[in-house]
Nanobody, 121 residues
C-alpha cells in the first residue's frame, strides 16, 4: 500500500493551491483520511480530516474558512483545496489514511511522502 501526494509548489500570499493524495495497493476499504503539515522547526500538526463517506470534516482553527478537504472514494484519493494562503501556511503537507488491506481485519495507518507548499512573494 502506498499513499502518493502531489500538487505542492510555490504560491504568492493570497493565492490558491490544491494538493491531492492517492492511495494504491491491495486496499479493501479506507476509513478516515486527512492532511497534516510540518513547518521547519515545528511539530507536525493536523490540518484537516474527512470521514469515509465524506459527510464529516474537521479543520484546524488556523485554516477554517480557507481550506477545504474532500475525497473521491472511487479513486481512493483525498484532496486539499487551499485558498487565501498565508506565509505561515508554508510547510510540508502530509496525507494519511486509516485503511484495511485485503485479507486483513486490522485498521492500518499509512502516511504519504509529503509535498512542499511554499507561500511567499
Amino acid at each position: 500500500v502506498q499513499l502518493q501526494a502531489s500538487g505542492g509548489g510555490l504560491v504568492q500570499p493570497g493565492g490558491s493551491l490544491s494538493v491531492s493524495c492517492g492511495a494504491s495497493g491491495s486496499i479493501s476499504s479506507i476509513n478516515h483520511m486527512g492532511w497534516y503539515r510540518q513547518a521547519p522547526g515545528k511539530q507536525r500538526e493536523l490540518v484537516a480530516t474527512i470521514t469515509s463517506g465524506g459527510g464529516s470534516t474537521m479543520y484546524a482553527d488556523s485554516v477554517k474558512g480557507r481550506f477545504t478537504i474532500s475525497r473521491d472514494n472511487a479513486e481512493n484519493t483525498v484532496y486539499l483545496q487551499m485558498n487565501s494562503l498565508k506565509p505561515e501556511d508554508t510547510a510540508i503537507y502530509y496525507c494519511n489514511a486509516y485503511l484495511k488491506e485485503y485479507g486483513s481485519m486490522r485498521l492500518a495507518h499509512y502516511w504519504g511522502q509529503g509535498t512542499q507548499v511554499t507561500v511567499s512573494s
